[in-house]
């Protein structure tokens, strides 16, 4: 069975700060994905990113970085230089890589405060 | 942009009460889903639908649900006889079918349902 962890229930930090987001996943599949959505207050869920368990290169895009540590089976997400834009509910997910078929497993989300 | 689209975005109900919810997926998906989010949980897969009939579904989707797609372009959920605990918000979701590299999972904005 997948299963997918958030620890951080909330958190806040000031603007400006940087923060981490933090995911650890479990699967038996040796092929999977794992993505990450932000639900900000208006409630729709806007993908940010998907990684395949191949491709354990950090990504960067703007001031979002993702780390990806198989030997630890983690998927953490950092926000640079927060805004208060980035407020919002932050899931991460994982998905079993077989055709066509994207049950995502979603963690319980973060809830992330930016505070002016 | 093409975007799913989801109606109504909030409907309320009195329990025991029949109600559909609809959405329209992108014009070229194949593959259609429905996941639910109860008030401040995570969110979770009820099913997925390709090929005009379902290809897995999860525990909460009892045979209170049903899910069709009665033409070209809609697909629709269905609760039967509605229950407090179905209050949630439903989010209806597609991707293109075709290949193990799966890719993003597009999410409509969701549509409230409330059980009085």
């Known amino acids: 069975a997948q299963k997918v962890t958030q620890a951080q229930t909330e958190i806040s930090v000031v603007e400006k700060e940087d923060v981490t987001l933090d995911c650890v996943y479990e699967t038996r599949d040796t092929t999977y994905y794992l993505f990450w959505y932000k639900q900000p207050p208006s409630g729709e869920l806007v993908f940010l990113i998907r990684?395949?368990?191949?491709?354990?290169q950090n990504e960067i895009s703007g001031r979002y970085s993702w780390n990806f540590q198989k030997s630890t089976s983690s998927f953490n997400f950092t926000i640079t230089a927060s805004q208060v834009v980035d407020s919002a509910v932050y899931f991460c997910a994982l998905s079993e890589a077989w055709f066509g078929n994207e049950k995502l497993t979603f963690g319980t989300g973060t809830r992330l405060t930016i505070i002016p | 942009e093409p975007e799913v689209t989801q109606t109504p975005s909030h409907q309320v109900t009195q329990m025991g009460q029949e109600v559909i919810l609809r959405c329209v997926p992108i014009s070229n998906h194949l593959y259609f889903y429905w996941y639910r989010q109860i008030l401040g949980q995570k969110v979770e897969f009820l099913v997925s639908f390709y090929n005009n009939e379902i290809s897995e579904k999860s525990e909460i989707f009892d045979d209170q649900f049903s899910v069709e797609r009665p033409d070209g372009s809609n697909f629709t959920l269905k609760i039967r006889s509605t229950k407090l605990e179905d209050s949630a918000m439903y989010f209806c979701?597609?991707?293109?079918?075709?290949?193990?590299?799966?890719?993003?999972?597009?999410f409509g904005e969701g549509s409230r349902l409330t059980v009085l």
């Open positions: 990684r395949n368990s191949f491709d354990e």
């Open positions: 979701a597609s991707t293109e079918a075709g290949t193990r590299n799966t890719g993003e999972l597009f």
